[in-house]
């Protein structure tokens, strides 16, 4: 089993920053491509940047430029560097990992979620 702890959010003012991180622990033989996806209220689950194991990152086009995704493969971490925050950037943040099990597995897993609201 592969367990996912992020942390990072909470409450900020238009035009701040707030870094989330999420580790990941347990059965892991490898870890392949790490990805944040964000969910405002009433609306659906959406990428906002992923990050393969070789280092390419991907971005939404409503973050390009503010957003950087960072990950740490000793420490099997992802992280999200968010600046220039805007009130449209609120919403539980979700990590996803594609994990490789010791078993050989290769699975998606998630994160609770953290949330992450931007005051105007």
């Given at each position: 089993q592969?367990?996912?702890?992020?942390?990072?959010?909470?409450?900020?003012?238009?035009?701040?920053?707030?870094?989330?991180?999420?580790?990941?622990?347990?059965?892991?033989?490898?870890i392949n491509?790490?990805?944040?996806?964000?969910?405002?209220?009433?609306?659906?689950?959406?990428?906002?940047?992923?990050?393969?194991?070789?280092?390419?990152?991907?971005?939404?086009?409503?973050?390009?430029g503010r957003f950087t995704i960072s990950r740490?493969?000793?420490k099997n971490t992802v992280y999200l560097q968010m600046n220039s925050l805007k009130p449209e950037d609120t919403a539980v943040y979700y990590c996803k990992v594609v994990v490789t099990t010791r078993t050989y597995y290769t699975m998606n897993y998630w994160g609770k979620g953290t949330l992450v609201t931007v005051s105007s």
């Open positions: 592969v367990q996912l702890v992020e942390s990072g959010g909470g409450l900020v003012q238009a035009g701040g920053s707030l870094r989330l991180s999420c580790a990941a622990s347990g059965s892991i033989f490898s491509a790490m990805g944040w996806y964000r969910q405002a209220p009433g609306k659906q689950r959406d990428v906002v940047a992923t990050i393969t194991s070789g280092g390419s990152t991907d971005y939404a086009d409503s973050v390009k740490d493969n000793a």
